[in-house]
């Protein structure tokens, strides 16, 4: 089905360890964006990017990496996991049809980190 | 610093009811707003869209509008069913910070039967 997906939907690691969240989407949209979600804090950029190998920070990037080969994926990788990254974690694309830029989400991976 | 507001976080209406949830912004310089609706466990799903040079846009029940000068926004949704509930948020794109959209914390809105 066409969209945007995210793998694995849930994760349960430990703290130190290497994650890597995936993101694909069908749209081949220019934009994509990793976003997490936490109670009281709301949605938070982490990391956009504006086309394949073009990548920048957004409001909370540290202990995050993400890389952009191809237009489609956009992998989310926590170097070493830590307990503050637990978290449902959003990944978007957009596209500036007609200028609007309208962003549209997959469903979300809940990751812990015990 | 571009801040998002929405009031109430939560809202309880019976079946049947129209509804006004809003939106505030503090930076009248933005692209556009988008609202979202979000079930829970689930992702965000593009309600409406309205460009910064519009005044208002409608999809079915939903009527979104936006007065920019003012900073506020308003999602109207007539006839509420209680499969409308759920949590709605409101982000606008924000000029000074490069395009990137910042969200308001959400409305919950339960619709009772």
């Known amino acids: 089905d066409a969209g945007i997906t995210q793998s694995p939907r849930y994760k349960i690691t430990e703290t130190g360890r290497q994650v890597t969240l995936m993101c694909h989407q069908t749209w081949s949209h220019s934009y994509m964006f990793w976003y997490r979600q936490d109670l009281g804090h709301g949605l938070r950029l982490i990391y956009y990017?504006?086309?394949?190998?073009?990548?920048d920070k957004g409001e909370v990037p540290d202990g995050y990496v993400v890389s952009r080969s191809k237009t489609e994926n956009f992998p989310l990788t926590l170097e070493s996991a830590t307990r503050s990254q637990t978290s449902v974690y959003f990944c978007?694309?957009?596209?500036?049809?007609?200028?609007?830029?309208?962003?549209?989400f997959g469903p979300g991976t809940r990751l812990t980190v015990t | 610093k571009q801040e998002v507001t929405q009031i109430p976080a939560a809202l309880s209406v019976p079946e049947g009811e129209n509804l006004v949830l809003n939106c505030s912004f503090t930076d009248s310089a933005i692209y556009n707003l988008q609202w979202f609706r979000q079930d829970p466990g689930k992702g965000l799903t593009s309600l409406l869209l309205i460009q910064s040079s519009q005044r208002e846009q409608t999809s079915g029940r939903l009527n979104a509008s936006l007065d920019k000068s003012s900073g506020r926004s308003t999602l109207y949704i007539a006839a509420s069913q209680p499969g409308d509930s759920a949590t709605y948020l409101c982000?606008?794109?924000?000029?000074?910070?490069?395009?990137?959209?910042?969200f308001g914390q959400g409305t919950e809105l339960s619709v009772k039967p």
């Open positions: 990017s504006a086309a394949a190998d073009i990548t």
């Open positions: 978007a694309s957009s596209e500036p049809y007609r200028g609007s830029y309208e962003q549209y």
């Open positions: 982000a606008v794109r924000d000029y000074n910070q490069g395009g990137k959209l910042i």
